[in-house]
């Protein structure tokens, strides 16, 4: 079955699903997390307060921040995701502080049953972490839910090279936080 790159890369952004389980079968691998970094900071540092605002948060808490990437068997980036996490929300953030190389999505499916997703921004940002890809690259940002509780904040940005960008896909609203740049990841694809 062949699919128009436009059709994935929107499938891809408006899946209210995980985004390991469907990039793995999309790719027919599986796949895991390289974690860049992890860091305990004041979510006014780390958050825009329209996001703070979605996750009950207020400028003072702590909040823990994971830099990391969804990696094929290979090495190769599929994408760069930024998470956010209330440390005393749900147990299961400990296990994904602790949990190694396995995807996020997996863990919730294990032990947090009835989660959900709710999407804030589809669209593009331009990531220049892959050297031979440095453009447009296609992005979403949720907040994934138990209940009525908001537990997560997630951010993800696609290799151009497995979800083309899509100029016209931002379907939602394209407040982009402002960043420190020390909170802004480094990443570079790994040199085959």
């Keep these: 079955m062949n699919i128009a790159p436009e059709a994935l890369t929107r499938m891809i952004l408006g899946h209210d699903g995980s985004t390991t389980r469907i990039l793995s079968a999309l790719l027919g691998e599986p796949l895991r997390v390289r974690i860049g970094r992890q860091e305990h900071i004041q ?28 990696v094929r068997a290979s090495g190769t980036t599929v994408s760069v995701n930024r998470v ?15 949990g190694g190389d396995v995807p996020l999505g997996r863990l919730l499916d294990e032990h947090v049953p009835g989660h959900h997703r709710i999407l804030l921004r589809t669209g593009t940002r331009w990531f220049n972490g892959w050297a ?3 453009r447009t690259s296609a992005s979403r940002s949720y907040v994934i839910m138990l209940g009525d509780t908001p537990l997560l904040y997630v951010e993800e ?13 931002d379907t939602r609203p394209a407040r982009e936080p402002v960043l420190p740049l020390h909170l802004i990841p480094q990443w570079r694809e790994p040199v085959t």
Excluded: C, K
């Design 84 to 98: 956010v996490m209330m440390p005393d929300r749900h147990p299961v953030i400990e296990r994904i502080f602790d």
């Design 157 to 169: 940005i696609f290799s151009p090279r497995v979800v083309p960008p899509v100029t016209d896909a």
């Design 43 to 70: 979510a006014g540092l780390a958050l825009a307060a329209e996001v703070r605002a979605h996750l009950r948060v207020t400028a003072e808490q702590i909040v823990i921040v994971r830099y990391s990437e969804l």
């Design 132 to 134: 031979s890809d440095s």
